[in-house]
């Protein structure tokens, strides 16, 4: 079974920066894309951004600006730079990766934002 695994997550306060890792146990270059989603504790879980194999990019309109997904084939892992947080970005962050057939997710990492 493929594993991902996050990490990176944390406590920060407003306005502060965190950048999140996935890291997946075989080559991420046979997933069709990656993607982080994230999920506040009462809340549905919301879909955050992808990243293609292509290296084609999208985040939600609520994080446009401020977080940049990337990923480097070589360490097979997938990175979520977070900037200017905010406190509704309070969530569990989870990694996601899928071919045409199978989806796999990670544990999830805790970013907190707080003053």
């Known amino acids: 079974q493929v594993q991902l695994v996050e990490s990176g997550g944390g406590l920060v306060q407003p306005g502060g920066s965190l950048r999140l890792s996935c890291t997946a146990s075989?080559?991420?270059?046979?997933?069709?894309?990656m993607a982080w989603y994230r999920q506040a504790p009462g809340k549905q879980r919301e879909w955050v951004a992808t990243?293609?194999?292509?290296?084609?990019?999208d985040v939600v309109d609520s994080v446009k600006g401020r977080f940049t997904i990337s990923r480097d084939n070589a360490k097979n892992t997938m990175y979520l730079q977070m900037n200017s947080l905010r406190p509704e970005d309070t969530a569990v962050y989870l990694c996601?990766?899928?071919?045409?057939?199978?989806?796999?997710w990670g544990q999830g990492t805790q970013v907190t934002v707080s003053a």
């Open positions: 996601n990766a899928y071919r045409t057939y199978l989806n796999y």
């Open positions: 990243i293609t194999s292509g290296g084609s990019t």
């Open positions: 075989e080559t991420i270059l046979t997933f069709y894309a």
